[in-house]
């Protein structure tokens, strides 16, 4: 069964950098991909970037096209967003999930079969 932690949430002023990190456990070579999703108060959960398992990244959100960076270090099962500019309207909870299913790699889907508990981020202005 596969687990996924997140960590790295934090209040960061605009402008700046910060790194989110999502730990995954029993991940197999039949899990087609993972990704990061954030949800602001009031608003609907947005697809971040998705990428496949251990290969290229398939989806990202034009709102953050050119600022996050989404990367996997295969030695630790771990997948960070790297976040840059980072712009008050970043503020949300962001959530790592993962899917088996490849029609879900490419953005447009939501109900991912595994999510995280979730981590904050504030950004000050």
């Known amino acids: 069964q596969v687990h996924l932690v997140e960590s790295g949430g934090g209040s960061v002023q605009a402008g700046g950098s910060h790194r989110l990190s999502c730990a995954a456990s029993g991940l197999t070579d039949t899990t087609p991909c993972i990704g990061w999703f954030r949800q602001a108060p009031g608003k609907e959960r947005e697809g971040v970037a998705i990428?496949?398992?251990?290969?290229?990244?398939?989806y990202v959100a034009g709102s953050v096209k050119g600022r996050f960076d989404l990367f996997e270090e295969n030695a630790k099962n771990t997948v960070y967003l790297q976040m840059n500019s980072l712009k008050p309207e970043d503020a949300a909870m962001y959530y790592c999930a993962l899917d088996y299913r490849p029609s879900h790699c490419f953005g447009g889907q939501h109900d991912f079969i595994t999510w995280g508990q979730g981590t904050q981020v504030t950004v000050s202005s």
């Open positions: 990428k496949w398992i251990r290969g290229g990244i398939t």
